[in-house]
């Protein structure tokens, strides 16, 4: 065969191949940085979730006639990792955009390194406003996650709610136990700024995510103090560990609080589980009254076989589909155009929100502002607060350990 036919039988296989796959897949992919802490329910389910988007925008064609890249990079909730995990992500990956995130304490180790590289970056973790504060100025930043003082200032509002709703709920002495890193710290101070008109003792505790896990001798301390509500703040690992011990010293509060970022999958299933108390920005119940919060649930169910147990898992995917809807709104990549698009990005997501992107008290570009209160009941997480979400009336008070 002559070279020149066979050259140009090359170009018509190579051309039919490229049909075959769309443009799309043979374009230069959109590369999207993501760091999360895969050892923790949280991190693993949210990865999983920005999988299932990345996949529906591919099949949909892709963005800007490109297919999108998910990368994926563990911090294993330590600083340092975090850190080089986005380096890594700008030098060796060549990122076009950062996602991602979780612990507060993980961000504040990010940041320096966000600052250097300046790339558009979409985060749904860290409340903590030290990192709030850090980010000063970084109108490339774009952060959906509720900051601490946001999140205190809907549990107030969601509590108040609830009081006068149902008066036969009493909330006038309050103890916190929050685990010692910036997340429960930070926590701690928000509530006692923004409940003020409340009794709030607190007590600090060494979180078994990182090692710790004997919560006894504060558990005790409550117990003395005969709080109307205790909340504890902490991680997914704290969760049945607390119950257990609670349960071993007799300790039954009026209302039974708890506050980490993702519990775990089989906590509902366990007997410790009825009556508690959460916060957080998505449950499976919302399905019910929402429809993309259902098919986000169906999809991710058939994807992965495993029910999406943690809010950070909807933040996931929410996270990579406001913004592909801001770079198709952009229609490039360019750093100015992109920030501009998102700011005007309004996107119906699986929370049962719209999110927009406004200033918040440091920050240019914040989205959520609000948690919501939802109650474990018969192995179900049920939506308590907003009233306009609700799926169940709440139970009061906690049912005692030898009613169960």
Same mark, same amino acid.
């Given at each position: ?5 066979? %050259? ?62 998910? %990368? ?27 996602i991602g995130g979780m612990a507060s304490g993980v961000h504040m180790g990010q940041i320096p390194i966000l600052k250097k590289y300046q790339k558009v970056t979409v985060w749904i973790g860290a409340a903590s406003s030290k990192c709030e504060e850090a980010l ?226 440091? %920050? ?8 919501k209160i939802l109650q474990w009941q018969k192995g179900a997480q049920q939506v308590i607060w907003p009233f306009e979400f609700a799926t ?13």
């Amino acid at each position: 065969m002559k070279k020149g036919a066979f %050259i140009t039988i090359l170009a018509a296989v190579l051309a039919l191949v490229l049909w075959s796959v769309g443009p799309a897949a043979a374009a230069e992919p959109i590369k999207l940085g993501a760091v999360l802490p895969l050892g923790d329910i949280t991190g693993d389910q949210a990865s999983k979730a920005m999988k299932l988007a990345v996949k529906e925008i591919n099949q949909a064609g892709g963005l800007l006639g490109r297919p999108v890249e998910l %990368i994926v990079v563990d911090d294993e909730m330590k600083p340092e990792k975090g850190a080089a995990a986005l380096e890594k992500l700008a030098t060796v990956d060549k990122a076009d955009v950062f996602i991602g995130g979780m612990a507060s304490g993980v961000h504040m180790g990010q940041i320096p390194i966000l600052k250097k590289y300046q790339k558009v970056t979409v985060w749904i973790g860290a409340a903590s406003s030290k990192c709030e504060e850090a980010l000063e100025g970084a109108d490339w930043y774009f952060h959906l996650h509720p900051w601490d003082y946001q999140q205190g200032a809907s549990y107030l509002e969601g509590w108040t709610a609830i009081n006068q709703k149902y008066p036969q709920i009493k909330m006038d002495k309050w103890f916190m136990a929050y685990e010692e890193g910036a997340f429960g710290t930070a926590s701690f101070k928000g509530q006692q700024a923004l409940f003020k008109d409340y009794v709030t003792e607190g007590e600090s505790f060494k979180s078994a995510a990182v090692g710790g896990g004997d919560y006894r001798p504060l558990l005790r301390h409550a117990k003395e103090a005969k709080p109307d509500v205790f909340i504890w703040v902490g991680y997914g690992a704290d969760a049945l560990p607390i119950m257990e011990q609670a349960k071993e010293i007799g300790f039954a509060p009026p209302i039974f609080l708890g506050s980490p970022p993702g519990w775990p999958p089989d906590f509902g299933k366990s007997p410790l589980a009825e009556g508690v108390y959460a916060y957080g920005m998505w449950a499976p119940s919302i399905k019910e009254v929402s429809p993309v919060s259902k098919h986000f649930w169906d999809a991710y169910l058939k994807e992965f076989n495993e029910e999406p147990v943690t809010y950070f898992c909807a933040l996931g995917y929410i996270n990579v589909m406001f913004l592909a809807e801001g770079i198709k709104k952009a229609g490039t990549l360019d750093a100015a155009a992109l920030v501009k698009a998102l700011e005007q990005t309004e996107y119906v997501s699986p929370v049962g929100e719209t999110l927009k992107i406004a200033p918040s008290k440091v %920050i240019k570009h914040q989205g959520f502002t609000k948690q919501k209160i939802l109650q474990w009941q018969k192995g179900a997480q049920q939506v308590i607060w907003p009233f306009e979400f609700a799926t169940a009336e709440p139970m009061y008070p906690f049912p005692a350990w030898d009613k169960r």
